[in-house]
């Protein structure tokens, strides 16, 4: 497995990271010792980089909990990262958002519990808190960092003056974005910003939430506790203009021996050695089929054809309006 720098601060990890997040939410029903049995294959793979977060716990720290259980057995050699910012009393969950210093330390010490860990190795900020100045959660970041409880700091969902101000204060490490094939909106005015400052780039949802992995029925047919039921990208004339990207994807990848999946990391990791994936799946199969990404070269026509099918991205947007809303894009 290949292993690159994210950012200036020494943060190595894996060229392709886990996420834990389906393991425990938004893709309908799952079950523990899957998910542990595909994180323990993902360190044999040479995977050592691992996502999770508070809010996939929904506060019970159930995801975190089954993070630490899989790889307690070799914890000192993989990277753990975590998030807060989320209030875990606001319903419906992820409605309401707490970044205050007190909270911050409560995650600290309930996310070091849960992970079985004395130190988390990257903490983000979730997502912005309009009742808190970055640089005061900047602030609370860097004490902990100072304290050994945290090694490095990143952030998600955030834009470029919120980046620049944060890093101002605690040096920030990794920004976590949305990133793939179907959602480019991170190209035009976060990466460079990212690049100027030293910040790596943490792409969540590489494959479009299973869209260009070929898991691709309409929306319709989905449980209502799986996000794609109500993902507009599932829906309607949007669903169909996908449908017709990925198939056009497919062939492409065919001609190279490889999946859709895997072209489709290959293309995001030849978008700089500054970037890592965390593609998620509670799958060993599709674990390896993912890692078997890392080993794709793309040639310069490639990379030309995949921009001719998707020029800018899918067609839907990645978030209802109300909560897109709550991401800070400035």
């Known amino acids: 497995m290949q292993h690159r720098n994210l950012g200036s601060q020494g943060l190595r990890v894996s060229a392709l990271g886990l996420g834990a997040m389906g393991m425990s939410m938004a893709y309908g ?50 990277v753990l990262a975590t998030k807060f910012g989320f209030d875990m009393t606001a319903q419906p969950l992820g409605s309401g958002f707490n970044s205050r210093p007190e909270n911050i330390r409560k995650v600290t010490e309930n996310s070091l519990r849960y992970l079985q860990s004395d ?6 900020q979730h997502i912005s808190d309009p009742a808190v100045p970055v640089e005061e959660v900047a602030g609370v970041v860097g004490e902990l960092i100072a304290e050994g409880k945290v090694k490095y700091f990143g952030l998600s969902n955030v834009g470029p ?20 094939l ?3 909106e991170v190209e035009e005015k976060i990466l460079p910003v990212l690049r100027e400052l030293g910040i790596g780039l943490v792409p969540y949802s590489p494959l479009g939430r299973g869209f260009l992995a070929g ?28 449908v017709h990207a990925i198939e056009q994807l497919k062939n492409l ?26 593609p998620g799946t509670r799958s060993t199969k599709r674990l390896e089929e993912n890692a078997g990404a890392t080993g794709v070269q793309l040639s310069v026509a490639d990379l030309a054809r ?25």
Do not use: C
């Open 161 to 180: 003056q919120y980046i620049r101000r944060a890093h101002a204060v605690t040096p920030v490490s990794v920004l976590q974005y949305e990133y793939s």
């Open 29 to 78: 029903a799952s079950k523990d010792d899957e998910g542990i049995a595909t994180i323990r294959r993902a360190h044999e793979l040479g995977i050592d980089f691992f996502d999770t977060a508070e809010l996939y716990g929904a506060g019970t720290g159930s995801n975190e909990i089954l993070l630490g259980k899989a790889v307690k057995d070799f914890r000192d050699e993989v």
């Open 306 to 330: 995949i921009t001719e099918i998707l020029p800018h991205g899918s067609a839907g947007s990645r978030y209802p309006a109300a909560m897109l809303s709550s991401f800070t894009t400035d």
């Open 119 to 124: 130190h988390i190795d990257l903490f983000y």
């Open 253 to 278: 990848a065919d001609t190279k021996g490889i999946t859709t999946a895997q072209l489709a990391l290959a293309w995001l990791l030849a978008q700089g050695e500054d970037i890592a994936p965390i």
């Open 215 to 242: 898991q691709i029925k309409p929306a319709g047919e989905y449980p209502a506790d799986d996000m794609r039921s109500w993902d507009e990208r599932w829906q309607g004339e949007n669903y169909t203009y996908n």
């Open 182 to 184: 179907f959602e480019r």
